[in-house]
């Protein structure tokens, strides 16, 4: 059998897309140039060290989540790494198309701040904003979690519709600052977050970095502004936790999180509590149910079944004990964008000014579901006769790593406050979707992604 030289595994990349040195070139290198390399060290290492004790507003400018792929278990490490990436803005340019791309174009349209517009929900609900004339500018940072091509190609598509999106982090508050001295914004439709249950155990500092610290950072910055916008966030089903109660109601219990996601948004649904009653800020969240679509995320089951079916490659479908079935409350995202521009459409403005309370504000939280759960593997059956290729299954244990095992949403509030209804059975739906999945990584093989 061929053995591994330890030369060769020094040469495997130790972080995807970062090469080390190969030790041989490098021991030379610094024998013959020992005085150039010191130089180049220093230098280096002073600019790490000015980078890193930069304020930590302009210090995690584009924060990002790593990749599903690496890992990073600590806090520390995590913020650390994000805080050597930075991104630039400002100037008469970029002043000219943030106020362009946030220019009302219908009578009583809005003005709204999408952050994490260039993630799936995110690049919706811009595009149907500014599709009835709203004035709509994107927030996103960008980050690695996922494929960032893919969010390049969702910012094109914004830009096609005369969305801009500026580049930043939620993180950033004389970037928020900047933005809100610039445009008044009348709403926020707070998307940004670190998404995904099952990636928390992996890197749990991003979803602090990103669903608290940086959501308070953002209230922060609307609380002080003049006027106030009222907010509309994406909380998640996953809440629910460990509830067995179904269909899932509002007024059911949310403290049993499952996994470090949920327990996130679950704060973040007593910040905007905490906020609402302290500043008056008008808040709205959402607890989206498994959105899925064309131009979704690909970290998603439904997303990386169809890469792996097309592929020939196995799919792991998780099973509960006893064979119990595993289902999800599927939902479309032009349901879940119907129910973002109603939530948006009937928020009442927030009450504060000058960073005071003046008046009790409006504070909401709505399922948006589909009202009709679907075991996995009928997913996975679904994309068998819509691919046209059998799916190497296998099954598997429900991991313990913050899957639950069944969401089901009852929609009645937000039926009877803003008329949601979804129309889109997964059939239907997960038929666009691999419409669109074909068409943008082409055929089978070059679906290679
Ligand atoms: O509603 C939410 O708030 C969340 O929805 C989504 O989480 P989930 O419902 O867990 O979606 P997703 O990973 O697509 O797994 C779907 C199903 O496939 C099963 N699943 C998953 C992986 C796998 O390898 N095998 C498998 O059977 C798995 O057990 C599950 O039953 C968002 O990712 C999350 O960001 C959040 O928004």
Known sequence: MKQMSSSHMDNIPSTPGKFKMEKSSYIQRCRHSSSVAKLTFFVFLGLILVLFFKSPSTSSLSSSSSSPYSSSSSISSDLSRRSLKTSSWGGLAWEKRVRSSARIRSRNGFSVLVTGAAGFVGTHASVALKRRGDGVLGLDNFNDYYDPALKRARQSLLERSGIY????????????????????????????????????????????HSNIAGFVNLLEVCKSANPQPAI??????????????????????????????????????????????????????????????????????????????????SIPIFEAANHGTVARDFTYIDDIVKGCLGALDTAEKSTGSGGKKRA???????????????????????????????????????????????????ISSARREFGYKPTTDLQTGLKKFVRWYVSYYGSVKKSDQ
């Not at 004389?174 to 009348?186: A, G, H, Y």
């Not at 949920?262 to 709205?284: F, P, R, V, W």
């Open 165 to 208: 999106i500026v580049e930043g982090d939620i993180n950033d508050a004389p970037l928020l600052k900047k933005l809100f001295e610039l445009i008044p914004f009348t709403h926020v439709m707070h998307l940004a977050a670190q998404a995904g249950v099952r990636y928390a155990m992996e890197n749990p500092g991003s979803y602090v």
């Open 360 to 410: 009790p504000a409006q504070l909401r939280v709505f399922n948006l579901g589909n009202t009709s759960p679907v075991p996995v593997s009928d997913l996975v059956s679904i994309l068998e006769r819509l691919l046209k290729v059998k799916a190497k299954r296998l099954v598997m244990k429900l991991p313990r790593n913050g899957d639950v095992q069944f969401t089901h949403a009852n």
């Open 232 to 313: 509309v966030w994406a909380s998640s089903s996953s809440v629910y936790g460990l509830n067995t109660k179904v269909p899932f109601s509002e007024k059911d219990r949310t403290d049993q999180p499952a996994s470090l996601y949920a327990a996130t948004k679950k704060a973040g649904e007593e910040i905007a509590h905490t906020y609402n009653h302290i500043y008056g800020l008008s808040l709205t969240g959402l607890r989206f149910f498994t959105v899925y679509g064309p131009w979704g995320r690909p970290d998603m089951a439904y997303f990386f079944f169809t890469r792996n079916i097309l592929k020939g490659k």
